[in-house]
C-alpha cells in the first residue's frame, strides 16, 4: 500500500512540475505564405519565446513579428488592429531579414507578458497578410522573466 502512495504522489509532483515546466512547448508555426514553418515553439518564461528551426524568405514587404489578443490571427489575410510588433532576436524594431533554419529568442515588448497575449505571428502589416502563427493557449503559466529591464517597444510604421 505505501508503495502505491509513493507513486500516487510521484505521479502528482511531476505533473505539477509539467505545468511550471521551464519551457512549455506551443508546437509548431502555421505557415501561409514566404515560406514561414519552424521546428517547436517554446514559452520559456512569461517575457521570452523560442522559436527552433525558423524558415522565413524575407521577401515580406512589411512584415515583423507581431503579438496580440485577437480571434482572427489564424486567418491568412486579416486586419490585426490590436497588436504589438516585437523586436527580433537582437532586440532591433528593424524589419526581419530572411532565416533558414535558425533557432530565435524574442523577447515581448513593454509590459506584455505570455499571459497577455494569444498568438506570436509574422505579419505583413501594409498588406494585412499573416504569412504564419503559432497559438498560444489561455491559462499558460510560464515563470517569471529574470530581466531587470523592460524589451524596447517598436512603433507601429505607417501603413
Known sequence: MSHLFALVVLTFVGAAHLTTADRINLGSFRGFAHGVKSGNVYILDDKTIEIQNYHYDGAGPAAWFVVGRDNKY?????????MAIVPDENGSC???QRYWGKTLRLSLPGKFTTADISYLSMYCIKYGHNFGYVSIPNGIRASKSRQSYRTRECQRPRE
Open 94 to 96: 528593424s524589419r526581419p
Open 74 to 82: 489564424t486567418q491568412e489575410y486579416v486586419r490585426l488592429p490590436y
